[in-house]
């Protein structure tokens, strides 16, 4: 004879297993159909390498990089499908040091772009479009500048010629695990210039 604690037990462990049968499929149900985009553009407007200080209270001076780039791309299909919590969008350069052979990878801007987000990544365009819900993932930005500094470990550019600069998300589901791919690239590398001489 069961007792009603026995009995509440046992509908409690077949529920959980219910649920954590039902979550596992939701999660490959997910994968298999992840939705594929194609990759938008980035068009880097410029590129300037200067010499200053990273701490503003000493330290020695370095070259540092900044940049100012324009980014178009739709993400719509990926924050729409039912298991996306949030997606995590960040802009990376890759590049290899000519000297040393070393390869870099530096972040340069990010953002998260939740599901309940009303906030849009329009710098341009009309406003409407802006109040639009559903054109909450296509990203239109023009002239963004870096968020993070850019600087070398070396502490110079000198060596560095050209990068590769990519838009890559990771897209976070609520059940299942973190995908990533590549939302938008530059189309070839963009050219490191020479350090501005003041
Ligand atoms: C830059 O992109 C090209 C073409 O995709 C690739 O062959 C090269 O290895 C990349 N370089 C770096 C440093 O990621
Ligand atoms: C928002 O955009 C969608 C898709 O382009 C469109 O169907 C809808 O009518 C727009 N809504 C408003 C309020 O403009």
Do not use: C
Not at 3 to 25: A, E, P
Not at 48 to 61: A, E, V
Not at 124 to 135: I, Q
């Amino acid at each position: 004879m069961y007792s009603t604690l026995q009995r509440l037990n046992h509908y409690g462990s077949i529920s959980t297993t219910f649920v954590m049968v039902l979550l596992g499929l939701i999660s490959l149900a997910s994968f298999f159909t992840l939705p594929v985009i194609e990759p938008g553009s980035v068009s880097v407007n410029d590129v300037i390498i200067r010499r200053g200080r990273i701490n503003h209270w000493g330290g020695p001076t370095e070259e540092i990089a900044s940049m100012r780039f324009d980014m178009r791309t739709d993400l719509t299909q990926l924050l729409n499908s039912y298991n996306t919590k949030q997606l995590f969008i960040y802009l990376t350069a890759a590049y290899v040091d000519d000297v040393s052979g070393d390869t870099h990878e530096v972040v340069l801007w990010d953002r998260i772009i939740t599901r309940g987000s009303i906030r849009d990544f329009r710098s341009t365009g009309d406003a409407v479009a802006r109040k639009n819900r559903s054109h909450r993932a296509k990203i239109r930005m023009d002239d963004v500048k870096n968020k993070y500094v850019w600087r070398n470990p070396s502490r110079s550019f000198k060596n560095i010629h050209n990068a590769n600069i990519t838009l890559s998300y990771h897209l976070m589901p609520y059940v299942g695990l973190v995908t990533s791919g590549v939302a938008a690239t530059a189309r070839g590398m963009v050219e490191i210039p020479d350090l501005v001489k003041k």
